[in-house]
């Protein structure tokens, strides 16, 4: 079956120090994957979607200077929150798709920042 | 542009109490509607979804209707269980290949035994 998986599940960062999380896709290929955070009391938002072949979209609020991608393959992307701050803790999920197919999610990265 | 309101924070049921979580949406596009299914430390999963209006969507005892007049998609379940406590999330995404999913708030459902 299709499957993501995120890493780390959890992880603690010093105010001002930089995050990166990374996001599998095991059993189908992710020509598409967007990630979404999910902050406390609040819904998903999406911070950006990469596309194969295509420029990498970003929402409004978020920027490639804070949240830069990597979408190298198929099967695998990875995020950084840069210079994190109190306000970027959450919950971030990665949603994976090959083609127009059913998105699949991980469980998520939980960033807690200190 | 789009959006998705879910007007319930938070529900508590007994077990086999009839279950009702309110969606309704906004979009000038022609969407498909979602809901999710969140537990405790988990990502969300798909509940169930329905493409095309007027129909129904019906997955583990739950069932939604896209109901494009009143612009609505509702969860109902007949009887709930303690398992089915967690939180709940209707959404939509647009059918033009962007697919920009959009979440409502989210309904907490506690069933108690």
């Given at each position: 079956g299709a499957l993501v998986y995120q890493y780390p599940r959890r992880t603690i960062?010093?105010?001002?120090?930089?995050?990166?999380?990374?996001?599998?896709?095991?059993?189908?290929?992710?020509?598409s994957v967007a990630w979404y955070r999910?902050?406390?009391?609040?819904?998903?938002?999406?911070?950006?979607?990469?596309t194969v072949n295509s420029a990498i979209k970003y929402e409004q609020n978020f920027t490639q200077e804070k949240f830069p991608i990597s979408h190298?393959?198929?099967?695998?992307?990875?995020?950084?929150v840069l210079n994190a701050y109190l306000e970027d803790r959450g919950l971030y999920l990665c949603g994976a798709r090959q083609g127009n197919t059913e998105v699949f999610f991980g469980k998520g990265t939980r960033l807690t920042v200190v | 542009g789009d959006s998705v309101t879910q007007k319930q924070g938070q529900v508590t049921l007994s077990e086999d109490d009839f279950l009702f979580i309110n969606c309704t949406y906004s979009t000038t596009t022609y969407p498909?509607?979602?809901?999710?299914?969140?537990?405790?430390?988990?990502?969300?999963?798909?509940?169930?979804?329905?493409?095309t209006a007027n129909n129904k969507g019906i997955s583990r005892g739950f069932e939604a209707t896209y109901?494009?007049?009143?612009?609505?998609?509702?969860?109902q379940k007949a009887s709930v269980q303690e398992s089915d406590s967690?939180?709940?999330?209707?959404?939509?995404?647009?059918n033009t290949g962007n697919y920009?999913?959009?979440?409502?708030?989210g309904?907490?459902?506690?069933?108690?035994a």
């Open positions: 960062c010093k105010s001002g120090t930089s995050m990166r999380m990374e996001c599998q896709a095991v059993g189908f290929q992710a020509t999910q902050s406390p009391q609040k819904t998903f938002e999406l911070i950006a979607l990469s190298p393959n198929l099967s695998f992307s990875s995020m950084t | 498909t509607l979602l809901w999710y299914v969140q537990y405790l430390g988990q990502g969300p999963q798909l509940l169930l979804k329905v493409t109901d494009k007049g009143t612009t609505s998609f509702h969860l967690a939180v709940y999330f209707c959404a939509l995404v647009e920009k999913y959009v979440f409502g708030a309904t907490r459902l506690k069933v108690i």
